[in-house]
């Protein structure tokens, strides 16, 4: 598999709701392996200190649930929302109210069109989040697969932009599970790197 597609698909799978197979590959350090190739493989060094986390696969997947659930799901001080229509003023005169900090806007009804041209079904625990994370960053590595540049450049462009540094660095203050961490330092470096290679500014 293409080394870029590889990390897309790797880093999403991080932003979804923790299962056994993902708890096995932080437990056994697959994924770190997998991960530090790939960035080897595209000239980048991963930080990769938090992406194994000790213990059987069981307490790992405890572990992993815990800290999504208190990042990611349950809100309070530290909630972070791993949507893009969140960290993105809703532009006023456009049939949708001005502002931040809400869902379903201009990147979540972009990413339906995007999604219905190619068939692809939103899994039922993300319909309201069609521009989540997750999603994004499988689309990101289909388009890896198709091979097309400027289809990926205009992707990067429109949706992988200043609210993933945004993100990052809430998730960094807010987690207190290593992984996570280290998941959210991985795509910052990675998007920057994606931006510089398409000639994107925002890279640094």
């Known amino acids: 598999m293409d080394p870029r597609a590889e990390v897309y698909f790797g880093l999403s799978e991080c932003f979804k709701e923790p299962t056994p197979g993902l708890a096995r590959d932080v437990a056994s350090g697959l994924l770190r392996d997998v991960l530090t190739r790939e960035f080897a493989e595209l000239g980048l060094v991963l930080e990769a200190d938090g992406l194994r986390e000790a213990g059987t696969e069981e307490e790992v997947l405890e572990r992993l649930c815990r800290g999504y659930h208190a990042l990611f799901a349950v809100p309070s001080s530290r909630f972070v929302l791993p949507v893009e229509s969140v960290f993105k003023e809703w532009r006023a005169g456009e049939g949708l109210p001005a502002g ?105």
Do not use: K, T
Request: charge should be negative; aromatic fraction near 8%.
């Open 100 to 204: 931040a900090g809400m869902i379903m806007g201009l990147p979540a009804l972009d990413m339906l069109e995007r999604y219905r041209a190619r068939g692809l079904q939103i899994p039922e625990e993300m319909r309201n989040y069609p521009d989540h994370l997750a999603l994004l960053l499988e689309y990101g590595g289909l388009l890896c697969q198709d091979g097309n540049p400027q289809a990926q450049r205009e992707f990067l462009a429109s949706h992988l932009d200043s609210w993933i540094e945004a993100l990052a660095s809430q998730v960094e203050e807010g987690s207190d599970i290593p992984f996570y961490v280290a998941v959210a330092r991985a795509l910052r470096a990675f998007v920057r790197a994606e931006r510089r290679d398409f000639g994107l500014p925002g890279s640094s």
